[in-house]
């Protein structure tokens, strides 16, 4: 199965500034048919269901505000969001979800304001 | 508006069975997978397998099978994960999700149910 390490486990940022949350896979999750990489970031605030923020790596979800960004490719990928809001505190996941199954998320990272 | 709508909590014996349903709308149902995902209390979020309501080609964590079974109504659209023996640790919410092999995986995820076991 491939591992998604995910650093910090937390951290604590002042609003406005800019968060910046990490992804390692222990394993490529480049999907060769369509050249790219299957990495997904999810957004869970307290009492909610996840929520897609980010997919293919890079590509924002419909509806989801551009301070959310992602980057990385291969075996390490990164969740940045830039002016943080009060609304963006929550617990970010990542996820592969190459071809193969199974698909494995990461330990998720709480997101605090400082 | 694409939406699914999970059945309500459930409070079981060790033991007992139990079958949660997921209902979809707003989509072609039979043209994209469902996943079921598992977070225990105060923990992460595992993904538990996928199913196909086209063709119901199942595809399971090896962690979760032979636990759980998962299954579609394509006449009604509604997905269901069940198990025929509860045990304390299957205490948890569980969210479906509608899902994308290749393109943006689980894009829609239901409002979760809590299944609570307790003797």
């Known amino acids: 199965d491939i591992v998604m390490t995910q650093s910090p486990d937390s951290l604590a940022v002042s609003l406005g500034e800019r968060a910046t949350i990490n992804c390692r896979s222990s394993?490529?999750?480049?999907?060769?048919?369509?050249?790219?990489?299957?990495l997904a970031w999810f957004q869970q605030k307290a009492g909610q269901p996840p929520k897609l923020l980010i997919y293919?790596?890079?590509m924002r979800e419909s509806g989801v505000p551009d301070r959310f960004s992602g980057s990385g490719s291969g075996t390490n990928f990164t969740l940045t969001i830039s002016n943080l809001q009060a609304e963006d505190v929550a617990v970010y996941y990542c996820?592969?979800?190459?071809?193969?199954?199974?698909?494995?998320f990461g330990q998720g990272t709480k997101v605090e304001i400082k | 508006e694409m939406q699914l709508v999970q059945s309500g909590a459930e409070m079981k014996k060790p033991g007992e069975s139990l079958k949660i349903s997921c209902k979809a709308s707003?989509?072609?149902?039979?043209?994209?997978?469902i996943a079921w995902v598992r977070q225990m209390p105060g923990k992460g979020l595992e993904w538990m397998g996928l199913?196909?309501?086209?063709?119901?080609?199942?595809k399971y964590s090896p962690t979760f099978e032979g636990q759980v079974t998962m299954s579609v109504d394509t006449s009604t659209s509604i997905a269901y994960l069940q198990w025929s023996g509860l045990k304390a640790s299957d205490s948890a919410i569980y969210y479906c999700?509608?899902?994308?092999?290749?393109?943006?995986?689980?894009?829609?995820w239901g409002q979760g149910t809590t299944v609570t076991v307790s003797s």
């Open positions: 999700a509608k899902t994308s092999m290749v393109r943006n995986g689980m894009d829609v």
């Open positions: 707003g989509y072609l149902f039979n043209s994209y997978w």
């Open positions: 199913i196909y309501p086209g063709t119901s080609e199942t």
């Open positions: 394993q490529s999750v480049l999907y060769s048919p369509n050249n790219k990489n299957h």
């Open positions: 293919w790596a890079s």
């Open positions: 996820q592969q979800y190459t071809f193969t199954p199974p698909w494995t």
